[in-house]
């Protein structure tokens, strides 16, 4: 990883007032007008889902310019774009870029680590019992790390795979595997919830995270499923433009990945409706897609270090994004546990 890769602390401030000017002008919560059949719609209120920092890219290869990158759910050809709906090819003197995502969605629900596993390892399916209205429902997510706050271990990973979107009361079960994988709610508890940040559908968020207390500390182990191992430090590390990243994921099992912003203030599709996060990592894979939906919760780890930079919770078909592990600890007022 080159030094001059660009990092959370060392984002110019040209660069960083270019991007939030930029949030602040095209991406909208508010859709332009009802979807129709099977459309496109340039207008950036419909089509811009994200704006970030990366590297130019034209003609198919990264150049050395930094830009304003606009992340939208399809490209289109300028020429089929009205001049109303265009996006500025520079903000200030900074350039801009245009990337397809297509749509982000939260990668926790529905239909690899699915099966019952003691103890219980980062990398496998976890997940919460619908209630109410929702009984019926299965789900399963990721267990991300073991983590400690005040000498008592739990497993983190998302909210939306610990607390169903800020729905279920502190105290809920906690399953291992998921019940999507096994639906045995009278023999798989390994947990309860103990904690989460609460997901805001108004304002902005910095991450998706949530603990559960362990039944017992002999039902897990922090040593991270298949070829990720053991973490070589408590400590994160700062998340870098370029960094080669691996996670292994209740659904695709271990893939890996490169870092392509540090930055991204995106909008996200939640049941409680459209969420903004903002300063969010975002990953792309190399032949396969790092990640699909099952495998919110996963721990993202830089490969050199070996050790934790982010939490996944989100994606799209191309896409993943995921909280710095910094801001998830902090948060939740927890250390990663490695031994």
Same mark, same amino acid.
């Given at each position: 990883?080159?030094?001059? !890769?660009? =990092? *959370?602390?060392?984002? @110019?401030?040209?660069? #960083? +007032?270019? &991007?939030?000017? /930029?949030?602040?002008?095209?991406?909208?919560?508010?859709?332009?007008?009802?979807?129709?059949?099977?459309?496109?719609?340039?207008?950036?209120?419909?089509?811009?889902?994200?704006?970030?920092?990366?590297?130019?890219?034209?003609?198919?290869?990264?150049?050395?310019?930094?830009?304003?990158?606009?992340?939208?759910?399809?490209?289109?050809?300028?020429?089929?774009?009205?001049?109303?709906?265009?996006?500025?090819?520079?903000?200030?003197?900074?350039?801009?870029?245009?990337?397809?995502?297509? !749509?982000? =969605? *939260?990668?926790?629900? @529905?239909?690899?680590? #699915? +099966?019952? &596993?003691?103890? /219980?390892?980062?990398?496998?399916?976890?997940?919460?019992?619908?209630?109410?209205?929702?009984?019926?429902?299965?789900?399963?997510?990721?267990?991300?790390?073991?983590?400690?706050?005040?000498?008592?271990?739990?497993?983190?990973?998302?909210?939306?795979?610990?607390?169903?979107?800020?729905?279920?009361?502190?105290?809920?079960?906690?399953?291992?595997?998921?019940?999507?994988?096994?639906?045995?709610?009278?023999?798989?508890?390994?947990?309860?919830?103990?904690?989460?940040?609460?997901?805001?559908?108004?304002?902005?968020?910095?991450?998706?995270?949530?603990?559960?207390?362990?039944?017992?500390?002999?039902?897990?182990?922090?040593?991270?499923?298949?070829?990720?191992?053991?973490?070589?430090?408590?400590?994160?590390?700062?998340?870098?433009?370029?960094?080669?990243?691996?996670?292994?994921?209740?659904?695709?099992?271990?893939?890996?990945?490169?870092?392509?912003?540090?930055?991204?203030?995106?909008?996200?599709?939640?049941?409680?409706?459209?969420?903004?996060?903002?300063?969010?990592?975002?990953?792309?894979?190399?032949?396969?897609?790092?990640?699909?939906?099952?495998?919110?919760?996963?721990?993202?780890?830089?490969?050199?270090?070996?050790?934790?930079?982010?939490?996944?919770?989100?994606?799209?078909?191309?896409?993943?994004?995921?909280?710095?592990?910094?801001?998830?600890?902090?948060?939740?007022?927890?250390?990663?546990?490695?031994?």
């Amino acid at each position: 990883m080159a030094s001059s !890769e660009l =990092r *959370p602390d060392t984002i @110019p401030d040209n660069l #960083r +007032a270019a &991007k939030e000017a /930029a949030v602040a002008q095209f991406l909208s919560k508010e859709p332009a007008g009802p979807i129709m059949a099977f459309a496109a719609h340039s207008n950036p209120k419909n089509n811009v889902v994200g704006v970030g920092i990366g590297r130019k890219i034209k003609d198919g290869k990264t150049t050395a310019r930094h830009s304003v990158r606009f992340y939208v759910k399809r490209k289109l050809d300028v020429k089929s774009i009205d001049k109303r709906f265009l996006l500025p090819k520079k903000i200030g003197n900074v350039p801009t870029d245009v990337i397809e995502t297509g !749509e982000f =969605r *939260p990668f926790g629900n @529905p239909a690899a680590e #699915r +099966a019952y &596993k003691r103890p /219980a390892q980062p990398g496998c399916s976890v997940g919460f019992q619908f209630t109410g209205s929702q009984a019926g429902t299965v789900m399963a997510g990721t267990f991300g790390a073991v983590v400690e706050v005040n000498g008592i271990r739990y497993i983190l990973s998302n909210n939306h795979v610990l607390a169903n979107q800020n729905a279920l009361p502190i105290g809920s079960a906690i399953f291992q595997p998921g019940l999507l994988d096994k639906n045995a709610p009278g023999k798989d508890a390994i947990a309860k919830l103990a904690k989460f940040v609460p997901l805001k559908a108004s304002g902005s968020n910095k991450v998706d995270c949530a603990l559960a207390k362990v039944d017992a500390d002999k039902l897990i182990s922090p040593i991270v499923m298949d070829k990720v191992g053991a973490l070589k430090s408590v400590l994160p590390i700062t998340a870098a433009v370029a960094m080669k990243v691996e996670k292994t994921g209740r659904t695709t099992g271990y893939t890996t990945g490169t870092v392509t912003d540090v930055a991204a203030t995106m909008k996200v599709t939640y049941d409680l409706g459209v969420l903004t996060f903002t300063d969010q990592i975002l990953i792309i894979g190399g032949a396969e897609a790092f990640s699909d939906a099952g495998d919110s919760g996963s721990l993202i780890v830089d490969r050199k270090t070996k050790r934790a930079t982010g939490l996944l919770f989100a994606g799209s078909a191309s896409h993943t994004i995921a909280n710095h592990m910094e801001d998830v600890l902090h948060a939740l007022n927890a250390t990663i546990v490695i031994g």
